[in-house]
């Protein structure tokens, strides 16, 4: 009998901070959160400076340019649904495309 090949687990927000404080150059990460109706991005020193930032407001988490991590289906551009199709997400709003890995 074949063994069922098993998915590999998507790290959570909490294994990615902890991956690039201890592990890797967190100067290479990003953090995109809401504030209010804005999205702002920052370096992920600068988010964890400011400790008043609740992490539920993390929207996107980037290490250079590749995404780690989005939000359920929030757009990273304008806070708006994303619907998926094949390998990527697509804002139903602005059409920004995010490619899965």
Known sequence: ????????????????ISFAL?????KLYSVT???????????????????EIPRHRIVL??????????KHNCCPKCGSSLKKENNEKICINCGYLIHLT
């Open 33 to 51: 959160y809401r504030d209010f109706d804005t999205l702002v991005e920052t370096s992920l020193e600068n988010f964890l400076e400011k400790n």
């Open 22 to 26: 201890y592990a890797d150059n967190s």
């Open 61 to 70: 988490v980037k290490k250079k340019d590749k995404i780690l991590y989005v």
């Open 1 to 16: 009998m074949k063994n069922p090949k098993k998915k590999r687990k998507k790290p959570n927000l909490d294994e990615i």
